[in-house]
């Protein structure tokens, strides 16, 4: 099982930290947990097929769990902070993915 993928969001944003299955491998089933002081924050939990082009399989607004199986494998997934609620907060988002 892949381990965590944790990103700290202080902006805007795609987080630095994204899982990878490797070439030639892809993941099925992607969970996310966003823990955000903000009740306005949303974050996107995003899955590529080539690191490139990233589709939003689902959104947290505040704090929360947001789960999606994809009905087409891929070999990232990512964590995106599209609204950031107001100066100085901050968003830790979570991303797993599993096989």
């Not at 990233?54 to 947001?66: E, I, K, L, R």
């Not at 494998?73 to 964590?79: D, G, I, L, P």
Request: glycine content about 12%; some cysteine; hydrophobic content about 35%.
């Amino acid at each position: 099982m892949p381990s965590p993928v944790n990103n700290v969001h202080s902006a805007t944003g795609a987080g630095a930290n994204k899982h990878d299955a490797g070439a030639g491998n892809t993941f099925g089933a992607f969970s996310m947990f966003v823990a955000s002081p903000s009740p306005t924050t949303v974050t996107v939990l995003e899955t590529s097929p080539d690191n490139t082009t990233y589709t939003a399989q689902g959104s947290v607004t505040g704090s929360g769990w947001v789960t999606a199986r994809s009905d087409h494998r891929q070999r990232y997934a990512r964590s995106n902070c599209t609204t950031l609620g107001g100066a100085g907060t901050l968003a830790s988002a979570t991303v797993m993915a599993m096989p």
